[in-house]
Every structure is written in structure tokens, then in C-alpha cells.
């Protein structure tokens, strides 16, 4: 289907077996399901009977255990520090092994969990995808920081939650919200607005990586969705890059030269979804990236988890680390 983003003379074309792969990896890990003849569908009739859910268990479990693997990777670090996986590859293999030992152990009741059942009931954290991912994951050990400047959630944090009492406007008096929720928070508040609407007039929120809005009552929503808030802006030396390639903050629809500008809150976003209506980055695609940049040494870690501060992701507009940022979209 064309667009004005798919004509500007910068963006791929995709070979049809790409485009094929995609849809089968899709129906494979249940993104899009197929309902019986005579039952609705979510979404335009004109897709039926197939349906974009708003997660699958595929997209829960990657969740999980991308988030095991990454404050695994930490804790092994921090209980040996003679590990040095920047410098060698045999110390990134040695990590690998000591983390696999670990996850191999079944976890007990008492050691899953990143908040108690309880205080979700409280907070009003209905069931889906964020409330089962907070009581799946293994309950990191001795840590704080999961990547630069971003600490783990306390019970403080959930009692209550930002929006845990917001009312709803008029316009989505029909929604079935899950609200944006603070994930992996930085000590630095916003002073301006740092959500949309209808979300913008509440202030002082904190910095750092944010499960998005969803109605999960529309089409094509999905509650698998994340967005990390930086008290800075990135993309304008024109190095970050969407997940379709493109640079941040350039004009898709301009079938000009591109030009980046730097954009506060659209690193790992998505760009033009080639496959699917739009989806942003997924919480499992975020937390696997970072995982990834603990066990080559990208990011270093001390004794309370990741070291660096936030102003780490300015990395992301450098020539040399920008790639290391950018997460790739199967679809």
C-alpha cells in the first residue's frame, strides 16, 4: 500500500518473501490469531477473521525472560568483578555460563515477583500484560539500577501510581484503559508536561522508561508498549535511528533530503511499521537490547547495578554507539 512515507525515495521496499516471513512469524507466536466463523473480531471487518491481540504469552514470556537474563547478567557481574566482558570474549562466555547456572535453578514463590500481589490490587493494576510481567520476573537480588540512571520499582512507587486516580475524560468514557505506568524510573522529574493528552497536565513525573496507554477496548492497540522519557533530546547530530532506519525527528513524508532533529522521547520508537498498523517498541525488544549492551561490557556495572547516569543514552547520537542503540523490528 503506498503512503507518502513509503514514496519518499528513502525508505525500502520489502521483497514479498520478507513480507511473508513476517505475517508467519506473527501467526506463530500468536500476535495475530484467527477467530471461528460467525464470532467478532477486533479491528476492521475487512480483517476478519484474523485478529491483532494486544499481547500474546510469546510477547509476555520474551518480556520475562529478557528481563531475567538482563538483572541475571547484572548480579553475576557485581559477585565477580574480575569479569571483564568488554576486553574479552572469554569473559563474555564465562558470564553467559554463570548466568545460565542461575536461571537454571527453579525460582521458589518468594523469589518472583518485582511487586507483591497486594499492592497491584491496591493500585487498581488490573490483569494483563504489565501486571502479570511485574509478577513473573525473578526479584533481582542486591540491585538498583537495570540500565544508566534507571532504577527498579519500589512499593513506594505504586502507592499510588501517577494516574492511579485520574479521571477519565468524556472523550474515553468508553476506553478499557491500562494507564501509563512508570517502569524503570530516574530521580530527575519533568517540570514541563512529559505525556500527551489526555495526560499533559500532570507534572512532576519522572524521567525514564514508561508502559504507554492502551484501550485495550479499540483496534489495534497493544499493551505491550513502552516508551523511554529522556530529560534531554536526542537525534540531531543525525546518528540515532528508528527501527525502519530512519533518522530521529526526520519528516518521513518529505520526499526531500532527510533531516534529522532531536527528539526527547523517541529513541527505540518505530518509525513507519512496514508489517502491521503501528506498534510501538516492545517492553521484551528493550529490555533484550539492554541485556545485551550488560553482557559485551557496553554498559559497566557496579555494586548496585548499572553505572553511568542517564546522560549513558546520549550515546545513541554518536557515531560509534549509535547502532548499539537501535532495535531492529522483525515486523
Known amino acids: 500500500m503506498e503512503s507518502f512515507a513509503t514514496t519518499n525515495g528513502r525508505i525500502e521496499w520489502d521483497p514479498l518473501e520478507v513480507v511473508l516471513s513476517a505475517w508467519l512469524g506473527l501467526i506463530d507466536t500468536g500476535k495475530i490469531v484467527p477467530r471461528a466463523k460467525g464470532t467478532s473480531t ?11 491481540v494486544p499481547y500474546s504469552e ?38 553467559l555460563e554463570a548466568c545460565a547456572a542461575k536461571l537454571n535453578l527453579p525460582a521458589s514463590t518468594e523469589e518472583l515477583g518485582l511487586m507483591p500481589r497486594d499492592v497491584l ?60 505506568l512508570p ?26 522508561l514508561w508502559m504507554e496507554y492502551c484501550n485495550k477496548a479499540a483496534d489495534h492497540t497493544f499493551e505491550d508498549t513502552c516508551r523511554l522519557y529522556l530529560p534531554f533530546k536526542i537525534g540531531a547530530n543525525g546518528f540515532a535511528r528508528l527501527t525502519d532506519d530512519s533518522l ?21 520508537q518505530p ?11 516492545q517492553l521484551g525488544n528493550v529490555l533484550e537490547l539492554w541485556s545485551n549492551l550488560v553482557g559485551l561490557g557496553e554498559w559497566e556495572v557496579g555494586k548496585e547495578g548499572v553505572l553511568g547516569g542517564i546522560e549513558k543514552f546520549r550515546e545513541a547520537d554518536t557515531e560509534e554507539h549509535s547502532h548499539k542503540y537501535q532495535i531492529f523490528a522483525r515486523w
Not at 84 to 91: A, I, T, Y
Not at 199 to 207: I, K, T
Request: include cysteine; hydrophobic fraction near 35%.
Open 42 to 52: 477486533r479491528g476492521p471487518w475487512e480483517c476478519a477473521p484474523w485478529e491483532l
Open 58 to 95: 510469546y510477547d509476555l514470556a520474551h518480556a520475562v525472560s529478557s528481563f531475567n537474563n538482563l538483572v541475571t547478567r547484572i548480579e553475576c557481574l557485581v559477585e565477580d568483578p574480575s569479569l571483564q566482558p568488554l576486553e574479552s570474549s572469554d569473559d563474555q562466555n564465562r558470564l
Open 121 to 180: 490490587d491496591r493500585a487498581a493494576i488490573l490483569d494483563g500484560f504489565i501486571r502479570q510481567f511485574l509478577l513473573r520476573v525473578r526479584r533481582p537480588k542486591k540491585i538498583k539500577y537495570v540500565a544508566p540512571g534507571l532504577r527498579l520499582p519500589t512499593q513506594d512507587d505504586f502507592t499510588p501510581h501517577p494516574f492511579q486516580n485520574f479521571r477519565q475524560p468524556d472523550s474515553m468514557e468508553y476506553d478499557d484503559p491500562a494507564l501509563p
Open 183 to 208: 517502569l524503570f524510573m530516574s530521580d530527575i522529574t519533568s517540570s514541563q508536561p512529559l505525556l500527551g493528552y489526555p495526560f499533559q497536565e500532570a507534572l512532576d513525573l519522572s524521567y525514564g
Open 248 to 268: 530521529i525527528g526526520e519528516n518521513q513524508e518529505d520526499h526531500s533530503m532527510a533531516r534529522p532533529d532531536g527528539r526527547a522521547n523517541e529513541l527505540y
Open 271 to 281: 518509525g513507519y511499521c512496514h508489517f502491521i498498523p503501528w506498534h510501538g517498541p
